[in-house]
């Protein structure tokens, strides 16, 4: 890939529905003209082999182009299922994507890819702290879980070997015309993506709960943009439309001892148009001014197999974004930014003790004000920003004890408030040190009640003035790196990162047996380039720390990658 774009805050003006926290752009590099070939091995711990393969050039010069990648990943595991004794994290990849470009005339340009990935891997080995009976369900139920993540000291530990499968098929079709003012985007892609899983359901030794689950997603996606050519300017903009279509048909079974019942089993189907614009406009030399709007008309549709029941529901929504900059010298920017985000509402297989039958639309109101600057010759740079979110209808996700039915429910209320700042200081021309550090405080407001038929509501309002689920409450990263010339072909690349993410509460109630502490994880890396030859030596969570990625109220969690060495050779030609 050429570039990766990380844009924080909404970005709904330009991006939809669903880029309520940010986007991530992903820029693959493009076919080259010239002929350019690369070939990588690798391999790390937990037998972790790797290969890949891409070429790049024209078909015919100057007129047609290729860029052809493949690549291979084998992983046998680090966690291991000590009742099985076997490896659950394993995984096996094949990567397969095609993009071949057209430059028809000066003004004409296409371009069309098309990418497979054949995926297989572990899945629903959740980790539980078996503190009596032998991880025995029938002896002590539940109780025997240590709700604390810290505290409690959870393995692996289940009868059944869970695994999955999925196959992606994407494809993306690229047209643009450019006119001496303008230029005319056209981008339409399809993608499908089959997946199917099957593994342990109460995460015990005991043979008692079992779970599967396929879904096909397809979806079609059509946008036309037309943006401003012209350089010698102070007005600059974009417009453009949207279409989008997804067919989601899914199915969940339990299987309880030798019986397998269908817990959900129906299609979901979404429907999105949409316009947009955006504009910037320079008022003076150093005040820039920038506006967006774009307004959806989202429609979703549920076939309900199991319980022979379709809704239907519509939503409209303007999300609007201003921002001002101000350059107030050259190596000082200062800007201020307001969005609105959103998350498209839906429905839910079914209504239950946690959510009901629908959930709305997630919005959020966000303001901004930050700055950038640079000084001592660009040798030291030193970014900040302060932010509030005003959020209504935040979405929880939940997954109900009795029969483990997902869905997702709304609070009310709830805000986001917060500061980060990011540095970078070239000590000498063979070192750099970086940092950053995020804070943030994120609170339920008002929750009102959701779930059950009428008169069997959950109060979400006990939940008033906790701190929101899932969210470090702060997050740092100390960087350290190094480029060593030691001659025109050959150079030593080298880079320490320490990086520390905050106390995450589990749950709502904030109770501290749902509670994790602060960890920090250490990763290295060394790359020595000699002409066309690099070879890499790396390490992710030196220091073997034990941490969760995700830790539910029953006590079941789900535990972080162990250390990872290994070595990386490639070699272009």
């Given amino acids: 890939m050429a570039l990766i774009e990380v844009v924080k805050g909404p970005q709904g003006a330009l991006y939809g529905k669903n880029a309520i926290g940010g986007a991530i752009n992903i820029y693959s590099k493009e076919p080259t003209n010239t002929m350019q070939n690369k070939v990588t091995l690798g391999y790390g711990n937990g037998n972790a082999i790797t290969g890949g393969l891409v070429s790049s050039g024209a078909v015919k010069k100057d007129k047609i182009f290729y860029r052809l990648s493949t690549q291979y990943k084998n992983f046998d595991g680090l966690l291991t299922n000590e009742f099985l004794d076997k490896k659950v994290d394993f995984r096996k990849e094949f990567t397969l994507r095609g993009q071949m470009m057209f430059k028809l005339s000066s003004q004409f340009k296409a371009s069309v890819t098309a990418q497979y990935i054949d995926s297989k891997g572990g899945a629903t080995y959740y980790s539980t702290n078996p503190s009596s009976a032998d991880n025995d369900f029938f002896a002590v139920g539940l109780d025997y879980l240590n709700p604390n993540p810290d505290k409690g000291d959870n393995v692996i530990s289940q009868d059944t070997f869970g695994d999955s499968e999925m196959q992606n098929f994407y494809t993306n079709l690229n047209l643009e015309y450019s006119l001496e003012n303008v230029k005319l985007q056209s981008i339409t892609s399809y993608n499908n993506v089959k997946r199917k899983t099957v593994g342990d359901l109460d995460f015990m030794?005991?043979?008692?709960?079992?779970?599967?689950?396929?879904?096909?997603?397809?979806?079609?996606?059509?946008?036309?943009?037309?943006?401003?050519?012209?350089?010698?300017?102070?007005?600059?903009?974009?417009?453009?439309?949207?279409?989008?279509?997804?067919?989601?048909?899914?199915?969940?079974?339990?299987?309880?001892?030798?019986?397998?019942?269908?817990?959900?089993?129906?299609?979901?189907?979404?429907?999105?148009?949409?316009?947009?614009?955006?504009?910037?406009?320079?008022?003076?030399?150093?005040?820039?001014?920038?506006?967006?709007?774009?307004?959806?008309?989202?429609?979703?549709?549920?076939?309900?197999?199991?319980?022979?029941?379709?809704?239907?529901?519509?939503?409209?929504?303007?999300?609007?974004?201003?921002?001002?900059s101000y350059q107030s010298t050259e190596n000082v920017l200062l800007y201020a930014n307001y969005g609105r985000g959103y998350r498209a509402g839906g429905f839910n297989p079914k209504v239950t003790p946690l959510f009901n039958r629908d959930f709305k639309g997630e919005f959020s109101d966000n303001y901004e004000v930050g700055f950038k600057t640079s000084s001592w010759n660009n040798r030291f740079i030193l970014n900040g920003s302060v932010f509030f979110s005003d959020f209504t209808n935040r979405q929880q996700f939940a997954i109900t004890g009795d029969d483990f039915t997902p869905g997702n429910f709304n609070y009310d209320k709830s805000t986001i408030v917060g500061f980060e700042f990011d540095t970078k200081t070239r000590v000498s021309k063979y070192l750099d040190i970086l940092f950053n550090y995020g804070f943030v405080k994120s609170k339920i407001t008002e929750g009102d009640s959701t779930g059950g038929e009428s008169g069997t509501e959950r109060d979400l309002n006990q939940f008033n003035d906790k701190n929101t689920s899932l969210v470090p409450q702060n997050n740092f990263n100390l960087g350290l790196a190094s480029n060593i010339p030691f001659n025109e072909k050959t150079t030593l690349d080298l880079s320490l990162n320490y990086n520390g993410t905050g106390k995450i509460y589990w749950e709502d109630s904030n109770s501290a047996d749902y509670t994790s502490d602060a960890y920090q994880l250490l990763d290295a890396q060394a790359t020595l380039s000699i002409n066309k030859i690099k070879l890499s030596l790396w390490a992710r969570n030196i220091l073997d720390k034990k941490y969760y990625l995700e830790y539910s109220e029953s006590g079941f969690g789900w535990l972080g990658t162990p250390a990872t060495v290994g070595t990386t050779f490639t070699f272009s030609f």
């Fill in 205 to 324: 030794q005991e043979f008692f709960l079992d779970q599967g689950e396929t879904n096909d997603t397809k979806s079609f996606n059509q946008e036309l943009r037309l943006t401003n050519r012209k350089t010698d300017t102070k007005f600059d903009w974009s417009l453009g439309g949207f279409y989008q279509n997804i067919e989601r048909p899914f199915f969940q079974s339990d299987y309880f001892l030798s019986d397998e019942w269908a817990v959900t089993d129906y299609v979901a189907t979404f429907k999105t148009l949409a316009v947009f614009g955006f504009f910037d406009y320079k008022l003076t030399d150093k005040l820039t001014a920038s506006a967006g709007l774009r307004f959806d008309s989202d429609r979703f549709d549920l076939d309900d197999l199991l319980n022979d029941q379709t809704d239907e529901k519509k939503e409209n929504v303007l999300q609007p974004k201003v921002s001002l």
